[in-house]
Structures are given as structure tokens and as C-alpha cells.
């Protein structure tokens, strides 16, 4: 199992970015692939975007243009770059990493409001 880390939420007005930052307890090599979930209030999980070990990335059509998933395999650390945020991003993100297991990360708030 993988113990993943996450970093970066917080307040941000409309059109503001942040990133995410999801830090690996493993080599990642070793991952078959990884990515970002959200939730919202009520809601089950929803992919946001995701990347494979060789780069490959699939991305949501809500966030297709304004979110960009990269992963460092040297740093054993993942990333989602969010720009032009709406409101409807709010919802706590998730990482996960892909093994013979899925792990996910503790999550972290976004809040997009003016």
C-alpha cells in the first residue's frame, strides 16, 4: 500500500488558480497510475483526472481546459494544476494511487468564492 499526502487546497476567488501537490510514500514508479477525485457535500466521488505511469492523462469534461494532472516520478509526487476555478469546483479533492491496492490520500478543501 501506498501512503499518499496531499497539499494546496484552500480559498480561492472565481477565476483564481491553486495547485495540488500529492506526495508518494513510494517509488512511482512502481504505481500503475494515479490521480484526483472530488466530492462534494452529499455526493458520491467523482474522477477529476487522472495519469499513468507512463504520462497517459484523461481528464473530466467539466475541467477539460483548466485543470492539467503532471507527475514528477523522481520527486514521487503528483500534481493538478486548476486555473480559471468556478464555483462549481468546490468540493474536497482526493489523491489515489493504483498498486495491487488503491490508496487514497486524506483529502483537501477547495473553496472557489468570491
Known amino acids: 500500500q501506498v501512503q499518499l499526502v496531499e497539499s494546496g487546497g484552500g480559498l480561492v476567488q472565481p477565476g483564481g488558480s491553486l495547485r495540488l501537490s500529492c506526495a508518494a510514500s513510494?517509488?512511482?514508479?512502481?504505481?500503475?497510475?494515479m490521480g484526483w477525485y472530488r466530492q462534494f457535500p452529499g455526493k458520491q466521488r467523482e474522477l477529476v483526472a487522472s495519469?499513468?505511469?507512463?504520462?497517459?492523462?484523461n481528464y473530466a469534461d467539466s475541467v477539460k481546459g483548466r485543470f492539467t494532472i503532471s507527475r514528477d516520478n523522481a520527486k514521487n509526487t503528483m500534481y493538478l494544476q486548476m486555473i480559471s476555478l468556478k464555483p462549481e469546483d468546490t468540493a474536497v479533492y482526493y489523491c489515489?494511487?493504483?498498486?495491487?491496492?488503491?490508496?487514497w490520500g486524506q483529502g483537501t478543501q477547495v473553496t472557489v468564492s468570491s
Open positions: 513510494r517509488r512511482a514508479f512502481t504505481i500503475y497510475d
Open positions: 495519469i499513468t505511469t507512463g504520462g497517459i492523462t
Open positions: 489515489y494511487a493504483n498498486t495491487a491496492l488503491t490508496s
